[in-house]
Nanobody, 129 residues
Framework: GQQPVESGGDSVQIGGSLTLSCTIFGGTSSTNCMGWFRQAPGQEREGVASITTAGTIDYADSVKGRFTISRDNLKKMVYLQMTNLKPDDTAMYYC???????????????????????WGQGTQVTVSA
């Protein structure tokens, strides 16, 4: 299958850091746009960050300056480095794959445009005092 697989979720203290990893499966075309989403209990899913194969990146305003998305195309991995974590960052984090889309079209998928077709099972991040 082409379902991405996330790892790295953990419980951390406020202000701490954590890096999530996502293993990409599937062809280059259908995975050229990769994204991270999160969903807290009782809340809607939120797009967090996206990145294309060529390196076009987009972030939700809520994580700009704190989270960094990156990808290693040879290793077929995507990463989400999270710093200065806050309680509001507590959620299940999902990796998603889509494509082929280019440039800003990938980031549009964070805000509701139908881009991502393959979703991982999620990894839990909990931030507390």
């Amino acid at each position: 299958g082409q379902q991405p697989v996330e790892s790295g979720g953990d419980s951390v203290q406020i202000g701490g850091s954590l890096t999530l990893s996502c293993t990409i499966f599937g062809g280059t075309s259908s995975t050229n746009c990769m994204g991270w989403f999160r969903q807290a209990p009782g809340q809607e899913r939120e797009g967090v960050a996206s990145i294309t194969t060529a390196g076009t990146i987009d972030y939700a305003d809520s994580v700009k300056g704190r989270f960094t998305i990156s990808r290693d195309n040879l290793k077929k991995m995507v990463y989400l480095q999270m710093t200065n974590l806050k309680p509001d960052d507590t959620a299940m984090y999902y990796c998603a794959a889509g494509g082929p889309v280019w440039g800003a079209q990938c980031g549009a998928g964070l805000r509701g445009t139908s881009v991502f077709r393959y979703w991982g099972q999620g990894t839990q991040v909990t931030v507390s005092a």
